[in-house]
């Protein structure tokens, strides 16, 4: 082989090892940047919450009804709540068509808000692909991958 050839084939390589790095850089920047802002609905002017009397309603919760072996398990969410396979998820199944990191869950005032991570498969509210943050309501029907849970 000519030293032309040899020296081709490096610059070659070297370009390829740095389009490696990029992209697990890139794919390392976008998962860790992927978070959702949620106002608070009917908030006051001037910030200010008005004081309601009232019963004190229970903080919601999913329940489980895909698949059949956790069947109705019930999940209080009392704050942030990521549904995936990754261990470093609060709520982890193992679902081949769920997404390590496949969706977020908080509270929000009125329900759940709802937030695909990027997943592959996608998730959806009672048959509707999530896009873009979502409130859930009591009754709600959430797919995560092949996983199935109700809204209560």
């Not at 390829?16 to 949620?38: K, P």
């Not at 908030?43 to 698949?67: I, N």
């Not at 979502?134 to 199935?148: A, C, K, N, P, Y």
């Amino acid at each position: 082989m000519s030293d032309a050839l040899l020296t081709l084939l490096r610059w070659c390589l070297l370009a390829l090892v740095y389009l490696f790095f990029f992209r697990v850089l890139q794919a390392t920047w976008s998962g860790s940047t992927t978070s959702v802002a949620v106002r608070r609905v009917g908030a006051a002017v001037g910030g200010h919450q008005p004081v309601q009397a009232g019963p004190v309603e229970a903080p919601p919760h999913l329940v489980v009804l895909e698949p059949a072996a956790r069947g109705g398990q019930r999940v209080e969410v009392t704050g942030e709540l990521t549904i995936g396979r990754a261990a470093g998820c609060q709520l982890i199944f193992e679902d081949t068509y769920l997404s390590q990191r496949h969706a977020r869950v908080s509270p929000a005032e009125g329900g759940l808000v709802i937030e695909d991570l990027g997943s592959t498969n996608g998730t959806y509210i009672n048959s509707q692909r999530v896009t873009k943050p979502v409130l859930g309501r009591r009754g709600d029907r959430v797919q995560f991958g092949g996983v199935i849970m109700e809204l209560a």
